[in-house]
């Protein structure tokens, strides 16, 4: 996995030295890079010379000089350039071991990389993190990461990690806290394993890591009819349960699943904090509902105008609030439709998780001039939904005309569309 180039941006060192996709970087100051970690840190500085491989094979030697810190505008095609760390666990909630076959590739690849946690935010449970990864974690100080904790009790964790070096969770986290190496934890609620009174021990051990720990996100067990085995999921009474303990702890706080679940009003802005672990679904709804609030509305539109969102079942009630104020708008129609997934199971409710086909059966019948989607049920950078469709696909089968929102649900992109009409 080399450091190839996807792309350079426009007006950039790069574009000028006629870098393009395709080419490799082979080295900084005669260095082989890693991954992007590396590329950061050796970039800035004011003078440097890069080696080039062209897509003919040719090797070009290239001398820069730049201001400190200015970035040579490229875009790589991953973020390491190496191999990634594969996940060496079995975890006894993996979604990627609840798929079927027939999915995009990358969507079987368990990986637990470090570099990836600190580049991407992606979580890792450290169970492979080795003495030369904390060597150099600790002199670069990097950070903050984001660690898939679940529980602290050693036995447990083994038990659900099904990986014997699970257990050294708490060893690894307090070497973070020494090392003054911030991180966000995460637990993956599982009924029957780690809630109830073990959450709270999870909870103690993680309040006593001080400094270094930034949030604690709780998120529901994801169960797909394709599991094998049986897994408990959370339950109204477990979800109130949870959001209770939680209570007691500052830095921690549930997913929106777990107060819907438990039939709660989303909490405020202030029970966020910085909304750290958004990407966990930790407050998005409340973010959406916000960013709704704070733009103000036409009062009539000069022609008639049919929206139609198309939202996970998730966040019906978070559109359902924003529709109703959408629909006092004179010549505005909108309505909310939550796609139900019958390809994954009735227990897998976000966004993300939604393929083409169940999109598809819930907008073909209806009436809207766009039926909005957001952006996250699509591939990254592209067009293409989980089960390998496309967005065109969809509207070939359909028939309707699709607006995607790029930031997810951006409301401004919606009311932008809606103004146009004004």
């Not at 447990?156 to 699970?166: D, I, S």
């Not at 070497?175 to 009924?191: G, R």
């Not at 021990?201 to 094998?228: K, M």
Request: some cysteine.
């Amino acid at each position: 996995m080399p450091a190839v180039v996807s792309s350079v941006e426009s007006g950039s060192i790069a574009e000028e030295l006629e870098i393009t996709s395709g080419d490799i970087l082979l080295s900084i100051d005669g260095e082989k890079l890693q991954d992007m970690i590396d590329y950061q840190f050796m970039t800035k500085s004011e003078l440097l010379t890069i080696e080039i491989q062209k897509q003919d094979g040719e090797i070009e030697e290239i001398e820069i000089e730049k201001d400190f810190d200015e970035d040579l505008g490229i875009i790589f095609e991953s973020a390491v350039f190496d191999r990634v760390k594969p996940c060496l666990n079995n975890c006894i909630f993996c979604f990627v071991a609840q798929q079927p076959k027939g999915l995009r590739d990358t969507l079987y690849v368990k990986d637990d990389d470090y570099r990836l946690s600190y580049l991407q935010g992606t979580y890792i449970t450290t169970t492979n993190l080795t003495e030369k990864d904390k060597a150099r974690i600790a002199k670069m100080h990097l950070g903050p990461f984001y660690i898939s904790v679940h529980t602290t009790n050693p036995d447990l964790r083994v038990k659900m990690l099904r990986n014997p070096n699970a257990g050294k969770i708490m060893e690894n986290l307090n070497w973070f806290k020494e090392n003054e190496i911030p991180f966000h934890a995460q637990i993956v609620l599982c009924p029957g394993y780690n809630d109830g009174e073990e959450l709270k021990r999870t909870l103690e051990d993680l309040s006593g890591l001080e400094e270094a720990l930034l949030s604690v996100a709780i998120v529901p067990v994801g169960v797909t009819q394709f599991r094998d085995t049986e897994l408990k999921t959370v339950d109204s009474k477990i979800a109130e349960e949870t959001i209770q303990i939680s209570s007691s702890y500052p830095k921690v706080c549930c997913s929106d699943e777990f107060f819907l679940l438990a039939g709660k009003e989303i909490p405020t802005a202030e029970y966020y904090g910085n909304f750290s672990q958004l990407d966990d679904g930790v407050g998005s709804l409340r973010t959406l509902i916000d960013d709704f609030d704070c733009i103000e509305l036409p009062e009539k539109l000069s022609s008639p105008l049919k929206l139609a969102f198309a939202c996970s079942v998730a966040a019906k009630s978070a559109f359902e609030y924003i529709a109703a104020k959408l629909n006092k708008i004179d010549g505005l129609h909108v309505s909310v439709n939550p796609v139900k997934s019958t390809y994954w199971g009735a227990n897998i409710t976000v966004a993300g998780l939604i393929t083409s086909g169940d999109l598809i059966n819930t907008i073909k019948n209806i009436d809207a001039d766009y039926i909005i989607v957001p952006s996250i049920m699509l591939k990254p950078y592209s067009t293409l939904f989980l089960d390998g469709k496309s967005l065109e696909d969809v509207i070939k089968e359909t028939g309707k005309n699709i607006f995607v929102t790029h930031n997810n649900y951006s409301v401004c992109e919606v009311i932008d569309l809606i103004k146009k009409s004004v």
